[in-house]
């Protein structure tokens, strides 16, 4: 059995369905149903069928590996830069240059479509991003690389508690460019979890000016933090825009096609640190720097493998949970990874719990709590018009959807 849900238009992201057309075959069971499912907000205009199991499960991989990409990357390039690391270019190069990674998964994913797809000439494509998707990839690699570097300059002055706290404004940031950009429709219980996310991390900047480090000089300390603010800004721009080049790609957006737009975004922002660590002179010097190392020369490189690993870890779950869901749901979690962050870094850096970082995580939980509650809600909703046509219904992720 297949539904479509064809999206209204792109000036308002909502989903419509449009057309419905039932083909059941004799004996087959429920479990074996899937929905066909063309959104322009939670599928971006993409027609594909996939079983809600399945989707469940890729929303939720995608939505680990964000929070272990966001809670654990600010924590391993602190750690880079407070035991002598200083080439703000080299680590901002290490956020993308995991990008060969996805290699691997891209390989395995075209030898299944090979076995699958036999073709009598042999004509298969290697990659199946079109033109326009390839033209927004990267320019999107682009912007990502300079924000990149704006995120390890802010970072190299700031403890990890004020960085989390300034990247955390990215949420406001995405919520006001995906109004713009891809016109992201807020519900009561989006609008209530960005309050209390926001006022979250507004708690913990109660004491941010007594985070400067010793010996640092207040120029320094509030050029990272005006750079890392710049950083938070930027990267909110770049989440609609992922958003955007999906509705734009008219084509099909499968999971490969969001590893591989991934891909060209992490060799553009790799490229465009790669310059930027040329012309300062960033690939004589890293030998130098790992002899001079705090933890040692092993350690260094240890570290550096490990920054490229856990921030492939967050480019990749953040491109997915947008393709599976939303800018905004892939903001909301970001910023549910900052009290996770806090935790982390008082466990590695002694630092101290105070009753604000208790707050903070409180409101963070309640937001997040409050966000899926309001999810729960339209899926209840949709269901129960779904029934009073005897149909089955996809589950909402994002979007609010207005049956017509």
Known sequence: MEIELHGSDNRNLISTAKSM???ESRGESEDHRTVNVTTSSNNLGDAKTVSKTRRFSLLALNVILLIVGASGSPLILRIYFIHGGSRKWFSACLQTAGFPFLLIPLLFSFLHKYRRNRRPNGSHKLFSLSPRLLLYSTVIGI???????????????LPVSTS??????????TALFAFFIVRQKFTASSINAVVLLTFGSVVLAVDANGDRPAGESSAKFYIGFVMTLAAAALYGLVLPLVELAYAKAKQAVTYTVVMEVQLIIGIFATVVCAVGMAINN?????SKEAETYGLGK???YLVVVFTTVITQFFFLGLVGTIKYSSALLAGIIIAVGIPVTEVLAIFFFHEKFDGEKGVALALSLWGSASYF???????????????EARLPVSVPLTAECEMK
């Open 298 to 300: 092993a350690k260094y």
């Open 373 to 387: 509650y309001g999810e729960y809600k339209e899926y209840q909703r949709r269901k129960a018009i779904a029934m």
């Open 164 to 173: 989390s706290l300034l990247i955390s404004t990215q949420l406001g940031f």
């Open 143 to 157: 912007i990502t690389g300079i924000d990149d570097f704006f995120y390890s300059y802010g970072i190299s002055y």
């Open 282 to 286: 960033d690939f004589q010097l890293i």
């Open 21 to 23: 057309e039932i083909n």
